[in-house]
């Protein structure tokens, strides 16, 4: 038959450190609220441009295509 461990009644994380970091997640949360200039979806992260991650993509597709299409040419 196995023992029982006892259990611990003191928490594995310091309340106050957990507290921060809460704070600090919800700072970043609230940080970046741009919406996208087409669909106005949440911007995407770390883009220069006001652009979702979706319409962002479909812009660089756009590019390749035009770019082939006059290379065609």
């Known amino acids: 038959m196995k ?4 259990t611990t009644s003191a928490p594995v994380i310091d309340p106050a450190l957990l507290d921060q970091a809460k704070r600090a997640i ?22 220069a441009e006001p652009l979702c991650w ?12 035009s770019d082939q299409q006059i290379a065609q040419e």
């Open 54 to 65: 979706v319409c962002r993509r479909l812009k660089i597709s756009a590019w390749r295509d």
């Open 26 to 47: 919800a700072a970043d949360q609230l940080h970046r609220v741009e919406k996208c200039s087409v669909c106005s979806a949440p911007c995407a992260p770390n883009s």
């Open 3 to 6: 023992r029982k461990l006892p």
